[in-house]
T-cell receptor, first 111, second 113 residues
Framework: QKEVEQNSGPLSVPEGAIASLNCTYSDRGSQSFFWYRQYSGKSPELIMSIYSNGDKEDGRFTAQLNKASQYVSLLIRDSQPSDSATYLC???????????FGAGTTVTVRA | SQTIHQWPATLVQPVGSPLSLECTVEGTSNPNLYWYRQAAGRGLQLLFYSVGIGQISSEVPQNLSASRPQDRQFILSSKKLLLSDSGFYLCAIGQVSGANVLTFGAGSRLTVL
C-alpha cells in the first residue's frame, strides 16, 4: 500500500504570490507522479505529471521531483483567485494499475 | 477524445436501500476503469478497478460491489446502504500502457440518511 502525504493546509496566499505545495510518498519504487486540481463540488482534473528528477514547467505551474528524498512539489506562480481549489498529489509505480492519492491541500488565493 | 458519463449525478437514499451507479465511456476501447470514493473533506479512496470485461479487483472490503458487463460500462452496486457509504463516487479511465494517467468523470454524489 503506497502512502502519500501532503501538507494539510489550508494554504492562504495573496494574489500574485507563489503557492508551494508539498507531497511525500513511501514507496521508493514509485515512478509516476501527478498533481490534480479539484474545485469544490467537482471532480479532479490533471494539471501536471512528472516522471524524472528535476523540474517541469507548464505555464504558471512547476512540478519538482526528488526521488532520493521521495518528495514531489508543486509551485503555482502569480497565483490567481481561480487557482483556489484543492490540489491532490498522486503516485503510482511501474506496471501498477492503481494510483494512490494524498488527502489534498486546499489553497485559497486572496484578491 | 475520451468521454466519461456518470449517473445519477446526485441521489439521496435511506439506510438499507440498494444502490446502482453507472459509468459509461466513449472514445476508447478496452480501457482500465476505476471507482474511487471521496468522503467529505477526505482524499480519494480506490474501491474497484477493472482491466477488462468481467475482471474486477476490489481494494477495500465493504458492502459495495462492482461489475463490468460490457467493455465500456462499469457499475457500482450495493444491496444495503450504510450511513458510511455517503460520499462522492468517481469513475475514471486509465491509460492501458505507459504511465497510468487517470481521467475522471463528473461524479455521483450520494447521501445516505
Amino acid at each position: 500500500q503506497k502512502e502519500v502525504e501532503q501538507n494539510s493546509g489550508p494554504l492562504s496566499v495573496p494574489e500574485g504570490a507563489i503557492a508551494s505545495l508539498n507531497c511525500t510518498y513511501s514507496d521508493r519504487g514509485s515512478q509516476s507522479f501527478f498533481w490534480y486540481r479539484q474545485y469544490s463540488g467537482k471532480s479532479p482534473e490533471l494539471i501536471m505529471s512528472i516522471y524524472s528528477n528535476g523540474d517541469k514547467e507548464d505555464g504558471r505551474f512547476t512540478a519538482q521531483l526528488n526521488k532520493a528524498s521521495q518528495y514531489v512539489s508543486l509551485l503555482i506562480r502569480d497565483s490567481q483567485p481561480s487557482d483556489s481549489a484543492t490540489y491532490l498529489c498522486a503516485v503510482n509505480g511501474p506496471n501498477d494499475y492503481k494510483l494512490s492519492f494524498g488527502a489534498g491541500t486546499t489553497v485559497t488565493v486572496r484578491a | 477524445s475520451q468521454t466519461i458519463h456518470q449517473w445519477p449525478a446526485t441521489l439521496v437514499q435511506p439506510v438499507g436501500s440498494p444502490l446502482s451507479l453507472e459509468c459509461t465511456v466513449e472514445g476508447t476501447s478496452n480501457p482500465n476503469l476505476y471507482w474511487y470514493r471521496q468522503a467529505a473533506g477526505r482524499g480519494l479512496q480506490l474501491l474497484f478497478y477493472s482491466v477488462g470485461i468481467g475482471q474486477i479487483s476490489s481494494e477495500v472490503p465493504q458492502n459495495l460491489s462492482a461489475s463490468r458487463p460490457q467493455d465500456r460500462q462499469f457499475i457500482l452496486s450495493s444491496k444495503k446502504l450504510l450511513l458510511s457509504d455517503s460520499g462522492f463516487y468517481l469513475c475514471a479511465i486509465g491509460q492501458v500502457s505507459g504511465a497510468n494517467v487517470l481521467t475522471f468523470g463528473a461524479g455521483s454524489r450520494l447521501t445516505v440518511l
